[in-house]
């Protein structure tokens, strides 16, 4: 079966490093997401793309670069973590704007 | 994409429907209500989406009223695995998703 995979699922970091996030979906959707959920908000758009080569910023971007190498992998790179981005992090995919979307499990992201 | 306004937090009797208003009257013509929930930390989920004929499915019937304003999705017995927070979402031509805060629907025997 098809499929949304992120990886780690928990990752501890130090401030200051740089981390990547990995999200990996079979479905051949052009559409791929990242949000990040901090306790008491709901989930807030990082960066998103519509298809290879393509990146846009969300609402909360400052902080993050995601780069869109192929259709499967999102990656979601921290260039220098803060205790700020200290959060739970999903990725998602969607074929199109009419359907719906897919959610990865979630990486739990420490930064101490 | 429409601003979307849902209560904080219901609650529902194990085997009863539980019925979730969500608020979007500035919708336009285009956009269609999404409806996804989130059990614990889990990932959300998809539940149903309409533009503006009422919808149903396996999980839940989706109603939309003749003007667009408003919705309310439909949990026609809801169990103790319904417990989430539910999330409307209005959205149009962008492929993106914007969630609010939800209702956190507390499933209750």
């Known amino acids: 079966d098809a499929e949304i995979t992120q990886s780690p699922r928990h990752k501890i970091t130090e401030t200051g490093r740089q981390v990547t996030l990995a999200c990996h979906q079979t479905?051949?959707?052009?559409?791929m997401f990242w949000y990040r959920q901090d306790l008491g908000h709901g989930l807030r758009l990082i960066h998103y793309?519509?298809?290879?080569?393509?990146?846009n910023k969300g609402e909360v971007s400052d902080g993050y670069s995601v780069s869109r190498s192929n259709t499967e992998d999102l990656p979601l790179t921290l260039e220098s973590a803060a205790s700020s981005q200290t959060s739970v992090y999903f990725c998602?995919?969607?074929?199109?704007?009419?359907?719906?979307?897919?959610f990865g499990q979630g990486t739990r992201l420490t930064v101490v | 994409d429409a601003k979307t306004t849902q209560p904080t937090s219901m609650d529902c009797a194990e085997g009863r429907a539980a019925n979730l208003p969500c608020n979007h009257s500035?919708?336009?013509?285009?956009?269609?209500v999404y409806w996804y929930r989130q059990i614990h930390s889990q990932g959300p989920q998809y539940i149903i989406h309409?533009?503006?004929n009422n919808e149903t499915n396996e999980m839940a019937s989706l109603i939309i009223t003749e003007d667009r304003k408003s919705s309310t999705l439909i949990l026609p017995h809801a169990t103790l695995r319904d417990t989430a927070v539910y999330y409307c979402?209005?959205?149009?031509?962008?492929?993106?998703?914007?969630f609010g805060t939800g209702t956190r629907l507390q499933v209750t025997l």
């Open positions: 998602a995919s969607r074929e199109h704007m009419n359907t719906e979307a897919f």
């Open positions: 500035t919708i336009s013509g285009n956009e269609y």
């Open positions: 793309s519509y298809g290879v080569h393509d990146t």
């Open positions: 479905w051949n959707h052009n559409n």
């Open positions: 979402i209005v959205t149009g031509t962008a492929s993106k998703l914007t």
């Open positions: 309409g533009l503006k």
